[in-house]
Structure formats: structure tokens, C-alpha cells
């Protein structure tokens, strides 16, 4: 059964860091192509960051430059590092594992909610 569980977000104050964790289980993390996305209240779920299964990095939106993608395939674990929090990055964040072979394979996490506010 496959799993992804987000975690690390909560509560920060604007300008402040918080480094998010997907924990994953059930397929094999090494050979996805992993996402991170975010939705705000009311708004459409946006792409924020990307890493390829071979560690290729690419990032997308407002948050580019605050922001790093990195995964560690022993733990099966891929990580946001997030800095310079400003309200508007206020949101529910996602992961998502991508594979595109014979076919398409692809699974989301729960999110896990990051607030930014003084």
C-alpha cells in the first residue's frame, strides 16, 4: 500500500524557515520523479518545486529563491526547505510522486498546512 505522509508544517512568523518532509512507502521512491504543490484557500494547486529521480531540481512561482527541493533515497524521503516565509505562501502543501512508464503512476500525500503570520 503506498504512503505519503507529509509533515513539518505549522505555525511561523513572516521571514521565518520551516523545512517540510514527505515520508514515503509502498513504491519504489528511487525511480519517481517527485512535486511539491501547495493550494491557498480558494485558489487552484500550484506547482512549487520538482525533483527528477536522478536529483534534477526545478522550481516554479513566487517562491523560487526561498526555496530548495532535495530527496534522500535511503530514507525514501523527499524534503521543502522553505525560508523567507511571507504571508502569501500561507497555504496547504502537497507531495506528489510522478512515474511515466508503461503507463502513468502517480500518488499524493495528505498535506500538511503552513500558516505565515505574525
Known amino acids: 500500500q503506498v504512503h505519503l505522509v507529509e509533515s513539518g508544517g505549522g505555525l511561523v512568523q513572516p521571514g521565518g524557515s520551516l523545512r517540510l518532509s514527505c515520508a514515503t512507502s509502498?513504491?519504489?521512491?528511487?525511480?519517481?520523479?517527485m512535486r511539491w504543490y501547495r493550494q491557498a484557500p480558494g485558489k487552484e494547486r500550484e506547482l512549487v518545486a520538482a525533483?527528477?529521480?536522478?536529483?534534477?531540481?526545478n522550481y516554479a512561482g513566487s517562491m523560487k529563491g526561498r526555496i530548495t527541493i532535495s530527496r534522500d533515497n535511503a530514507k525514501n524521503t523527499v524534503y521543502l526547505q522553505m525560508n523567507s516565509l511571507k504571508p502569501e505562501d500561507t497555504a496547504v502543501y502537497y507531495c506528489?510522486?510522478?512515474?511515466?512508464?508503461?503507463?502513468?503512476?502517480?500518488?499524493w500525500g495528505q498535506g500538511t498546512q503552513v500558516t505565515v503570520s505574525s
Open positions: 525533483i527528477s529521480a536522478g536529483g534534477s531540481v
Open positions: 509502498g513504491f519504489t521512491f528511487s525511480s519517481y520523479a
Open positions: 506528489y510522486a510522478l512515474r511515466v512508464a508503461s503507463g502513468i503512476y502517480e500518488y
